[in-house]
Structures are given as C-alpha cells and as structure tokens.
C-alpha cells in the first residue's frame, strides 16, 4: 500500500489550499486501492493537468511508484492503451504479420532483413523510375551492402506523393502569423530551383552548399539540388567562417545558397557576410530585410536572378548509391569527418518516422533543428515521405512563442534537444499552453535526465517521448522507442526496427554494461567517408559475435542494458561530445583555445550530471608563467574564441586552471583521468536519478 498524502504535502508543491482540499481525498483513495500502474494512470487522466506545478506531478510520480524495484530502472510515466496497440503503424505491422508482440516483430525485421526493407519500401510507396531487381547484394561483404541493385531513382519525387492541396509546410512569419504552403506550392517551387540550377550550368553530381536556417525556401532549395542531380553540402548558419571554409573545401562546392541575415531573438546577424568570409563558390543570396541593401561580389546572384519560371521539372534518375546530401560530423581528430548520404538513406529517415514515431498523413511535425545537422534533412524526409506536415517556427525555441506556435500549429509530434526542455523548465515559459493535439515527443542529441522528462511529458498531459540516438552515418537512429511500449523517462525501449545491437565489455565479451555496437546491415548505414577511411573509423579492430562471423560496427555510444530489456545511455566511449545537440570533437574546441595568448595546453572534456542530462563542456588549462588573467577572465576569453572559430552554442560550464595534464606515455592527454577529477556535485532530486 502506497503512503498517504497530506494536505501540507500538496500546498507545499505550490496548489493553492482550496483546490489541495478538493483532490487529496481522491489521490489518497486511489493510491490505497489501486496497484501502481492504474493508479498512475488515473492520477495523469483525471488529477494532473498541465498548468499545475511541477512539484505536484513529481511528488505524486514518486509516491505511486514508492514501492517500484529501483534495480529494473525508473517506473514508466505513459503506457499504451487499445488505441496505440491497433492504431499504430507498428501495430498494423504486428496484425498483418499475425504476430503476438512487438519483440517477435523487432526479430522478424533482424532476421529476415530484405523482407523488412523490401515491406517498408512497398508500404511508403517509395518511387522508382527503374525498379529494383533484389534488395541487397552482400556478395561485396557486410561492410559494403548494395541496396536495391538494379534500382534507379531520385528520391526526392517520393517527398511529393500527398495529395496538392495537402499543407506540405506550416510556418510563422515575421509578423507572427501562421502560413502554409502546400504540397503543390513546394514541389513547384522545388521544380523552379531545380531548373534554376540546370540554367546555371550546374550538372548532376556537382555539390551545393546550403548555409541558411530550416526555412520553406530552404526546404524548397534541398529538394530541387536532389531533384537535379546534385548534391546538397549541409552547413549549419551558425558556424564561424572558418567553419563554412572547411565543409566547402572538402565537399568542393560549386556554389551556396544564403541569405543576407538571420534574426535571433531580436538581433539582426549577418550571413551572407561570413559566406564572403569564408570565400566561399558562387553563392545565390536570398533577401530577409529588403530595408538594407547588402553588396554582392560581382559573380553572386539574388534569389530572384537565380530562380527559374519554369514550374515543371523531370527528376533526374541515380544509382542507388549515388550522392544526395554531404554532412558532418566529429570525430576524435580535429577535421570533421565528411559522411555522404546515398538515395538509399532518407529510406531510413522514413521508416524510422513512419514506425517509430508513428507520423501518419497530415499529422504536424515541429523539430527545432537545422539542414546542417542531419535532423534537418531527416526532418525533411520523415515528413514529407509520410505525407505529413512540416512545422517551422520563425524564431528561438526557448522563448514562449515557440510553445504558442506549438500550441497553434496542432503540432502532433515535437522533437527536442534535452538542453531545449531544461531551459523551459527554468524558466516556466510554456505554462498554461494547449499541447493537446500532441501525440508524442522524441527526444536526441544529447543525454536526457529523468525529472526533465518527466516534466516535457506534464506540459502535454503525459504523452510519450521516443528517445532517439543514432547519428549522421546511420541516417537515423539505431536505439529509440515506439509507441507500443510503456514509455519510461530517460530510457530506450528497442534497437531500431531492421537492426540490432549487442553490449561489450572492455574484453569484447557481451554484457549488460559497456559499448553498444551495431550489428550490420541496414539501409541508412554510410559506406564511406570522403576524407576517411571508413573501415578504420567503424570496423577496425572491432570483435566478432561469438555466434556469427558478421563484423561489428562502432558508434562510439556507452549503454546500459536495464533487467527490463530496456536500455540507458551512459555516454560517449571516445572523446567525442554532444554539446546543445551538436557532436563536436575534443580537438575541435582545444584547437580554438589556443588562440588564447594566455593558454599553452588545454584539454575539453564533456560531463554526465550524475542524475543524467545534456553534457557539460568543462575546459582544462595549463597558461604561460606570466599570465596575470584571473579564472573568470580568461573563461570570458576561451568562450569568445569558441564562438568565433567554432560555434556561439557551445557554452563553458567550467574552466580549471592546472600546472599540467595528465598524459600517457605516448604523450596522450588522458581525458578519462580529467573526467574522473572533475567535483561535478549532484543537482538531481531524490528518487529520479
């Protein structure tokens, strides 16, 4: 029997006396009689609502579940009804095969792949100019799978296969007020840009850069360099332009679109500016403040010089893996790795959305994100492929405005960064907002903590969060969550449908503690690296599985696998970090440090909070002897030259001064010694870590 609450209890969480009186009787009556799980369940339908305090949701989740066996992890906080178990696209899959569970169905798609992929790619209506003649080839070994042999395509025209006048994108204007743009708008706008390109002398295969906010036109842009042939490089508006240098040089862009200015919670900051800084290709500028007339190098081009007439355009037709999209992503070494995407990988993108995420036509998809890290064109991909709606939102997402344009969109599914969720619950911004047209939320980029969690699931009374990990070369996730399962904060329930996964100790043997890693092969799996050797960065000196002779593939993610089956990150195995949603590489930052006069040495590490959460960037130092910059100076410093040669996102947490690094005798910095130094103190309450 669960204890009894008293009066004071409830006040205390900040219900004012008269309504604490109205409701103790009915919450204690319900954890007297009830077991756990249908009392939790009447308390989130019938007491909590989400314009009641947090404390209030937090006490009564932990006195449900007072007496839960803490060794199988947290308690859930959502559980599926009838409706998500025959509704769902994961059920449907369940009923069709004339299965009994999710599991068996999760063993069908990792013991019969072809059949899988082969399901998925006739029940999303994937569209081919020349059909496939056998799946997968794996005749070139398990590390080089060829999908769909025989196959040509251009995935972009499955992104237009929902009715015209369906809304295709919902987006806020300066103004504030809501614009759609259908499915027939985008695609002719997608088909303008495309024979914009082919006017301009651009031919399949040449890369194009884009470094511009998640926008319609954007979106528009992405679409049509597919459509024509050519190849997107994603570049993320926020990098320095030594940055944008980089990612142009190694994909050899032809040319970028960008625009003059980008507004940021009110401030009016230059693009186009940092494109010239970063002497870049031709470059087509799109105009948001047509009062400032910025000037152009002689060879760039307006939107308006660049974009054709024509509204009809004929997609060209690729080999399955040719080159649709170049992106990047840290590794351990200071240049980031250059990752191609194929036709073969938006395929991942939407089947992930359709049965993970269960986006279903016309639903409303909102993802605060950015076409230089992969959740912009997975975004892209998720929705469109499954005909659904794209939400964009003209402004920062920790700001309230976000949560009303959440609110007025009838967004059903919204993506968040943890870091996202923790400033709104700091600030209490989307109090008293409608989030009921939500059907779930998903969860990625960073370790998640279980109180913060809980809270995003309040403030749409309780609905589920997919927690997604997976990265730029898998085109998706490869550990995640579905809708038919109990949804538990902070907590993977599944590998990705189509994969699996198994744990290794430090010995290579399987356990229920260490580094997860992927067993291939999968659509969305990369291939290659264009200025690496993709063996070495994924299947060098990985094991064997006992059982099987099929090579491992690395990711790099520590995981606990709980007594449950389900799984909790535990970080990253290699120096590798998330900081706000961005993977960035130690090296990365320390070489931006050293533009400090005063610091010699410096070492970047990232920390786990104890109670879990988004990583924290903490700077080791060793300065010069005659240094006279006390610790906060030179933080002010080091931050600076973060954001100017690396990303204003990456904010420090700490910096220590040190007389020297531990290294290894191969000269080495031992950062795992650093993280163990660090005196991070617990900031997680009781019972939710």
């Not at 940055?243 to 970028?256: F, G, N, Q, V």
């Not at 997975?378 to 499954?386: D, F, G, K």
């Not at 309780?462 to 996730?477: D, L, Q, S, V």
């Given at each position: 029997m669960a204890e009894q609450l008293s009066l004071e209890q409830i006040v205390t969480c900040g219900v004012d006396k008269n309504t604490a009186a109205v409701i103790v009787p009915q919450i204690n009556q319900w954890l007297s009689s009830l077991p756990a799980r249908e009392c939790w369940q009447q308390l989130t339908q019938h007491i909590l609502k989400p314009e009641h305090p947090f404390p209030l949701h937090q006490l009564l989740y932990e006195t449900t579940f007072l007496?839960?066996?803490?060794?199988?992890?947290?308690?859930p906080a959502w559980f599926p009804g009838d409706n998500q178990l025959q509704t769902t696209h994961i059920g449907e899959l369940i009923k069709q095969f004339k299965m009994s569970s999710y599991v068996e169905l999760h063993a069908w798609s990792v013991q019969h792949r072809a059949e899988f992929w082969d399901v998925m790619i006739q029940r999303l209506g994937i569209r081919f100019q020349q059909n496939y003649e056998e799946i997968v080839d794996l005749s070139q070994g398990i590390e080089s799978p060829q999908w769909l042999v025989g196959a040509r395509l251009n995935i972009a025209e499955s992104c237009f296969q929902a009715p015209a006048d369906d809304p295709a994108i919902i987006f806020q204007q300066g103004g504030g007020s809501l614009a759609t743009l259908t499915y027939g708008e985008l695609h002719a706008l997608t088909n303008r840009v495309a024979n914009g390109l082919v006017d301009a002398g651009f031919q399949p295969g040449h890369a194009i850069a884009i470094d511009m906010p998640m926008t319609a036109e954007s979106i528009a842009i992405y679409l049509g360099i597919v459509k024509a042939g050519c190849v997107v490089?994603?570049?993320?508006?926020?990098?320095?332009?030594?940055?944008?240098?980089?990612?142009?040089?190694?994909?050899?862009?032809?040319?970028?679109?960008?625009?003059?200015?980008?507004?940021?919670?009110g401030k009016q900051l230059p693009l186009y500016a940092k494109v010239i800084d970063a002497d870049a290709p031709t470059a087509i500028v799109l105009s948001q403040d047509s009062s400032q007339l910025v000037e152009r190098r002689p060879n760039d081009l307006t939107w308006d010089e660049f974009l054709s007439s024509n509204e009809e355009f004929q997609a060209i037709a690729a080999h399955p893996h040719a080159y649709t999209n170049i992106l990047f992503s840290s590794g351990t070494t200071g240049e980031p790795k250059a990752i191609p995407w194929s036709q073969t990988t938006p395929i991942k993108c939407a089947v992930d959305a359709h049965l993970h995420h269960d986006i279903h036509p016309k639903d409303v998809v909102a993802w605060p994100t950015n076409l230089g890290w992969m959740m912009g064109p997975?975004?892209?991909?998720?929705?469109?492929?499954?005909r659904a709606t794209i939400a964009l939102y003209d402004g920062v997402p920790t700001e309230r405005g976000f949560g009303q344009f959440v609110q007025d969109a009838h967004v059903t599914l919204l993506g968040v960064v943890p870091s996202l969720v923790s400033a709104w619950k700091t600030s209490g911004c989307m109090k008293g907002l409608d989030w009921s047209a939500l059907k779930a939320f998903s969860s990625t980029g960073e370790c998640s903590n279980p109180q913060d969690m809980l809270f995003l699931m309040s403030l749409a009374g309780?609905?589920?969060?997919?927690?997604?990990?997976?990265?730029?070369?898998?085109?998706?996730?490869y550990i995640t969550g579905t809708l038919v399962q109990p949804c538990v904060p902070s907590t993977f329930t599944t590998p990705a449908l189509g994969l699996d996964v198994v744990i290794l100790e430090e010995n290579g043997h399987p356990a229920d503690k260490g580094e997860m890693l992927i067993i291939p092969p999968s659509i969305g799996l990369s291939t290659e690296l264009l200025n690496k050797n993709h063996h070495q960065v994924y299947f060098a000196h990985t094991p064997l599985l006992p059982i099987s002779p099929t090579p491992l593939r690395r990711h790099g993610d520590q995981m606990e696998r709980l007594p449950n089956g389900y799984y909790r990150a535990q970080g990253r195995v290699d120096d590798t970090m998330n900081l706000g949603g961005i993977k960035v590489s130690s090296s990365e930052i320390e070489q931006a440090l050293y533009s400090v006069e005063e610091i010699c040495e410096a070492a970047a590490i990232a920390i786990s909070p104890p109670g879990g959460g988004p990583s924290q960037l903490v700077i080791y130092a060793v300065v010069t002897p005659d240094s006279h910059k006390d610790t906060a100076a030179l933080k002010s410093d080091s931050q600076q030259a973060i954001a100017q040669h690396l990303n204003p996102l990456?904010?420090?947490?700490?910096?220590?001064?040190v007389d020297a690094l531990p290294r290894t005798a191969s000269n080495k910095v031992m950062r795992r010694v650093l993280r163990d130094r660090y005196p991070l103190q617990s900031v997680s309450l009781q019972r939710l870590n």
């Open positions: 007496d839960w066996d803490v060794n199988q992890g947290l308690p490089v994603s570049i993320a508006d926020s990098f320095a332009a030594a940055e944008i240098t980089t990612r142009l040089r190694l994909s050899k862009a032809k040319a970028i679109f960008t625009q003059d200015y980008i507004q940021r919670a997975w975004l892209i991909y998720a929705s469109l492929v499954n309780y609905k589920p969060i997919i927690e997604y990990c997976g990265g730029t070369e898998i085109g998706g996730g990456f904010k420090i947490r700490d910096l220590i001064l």
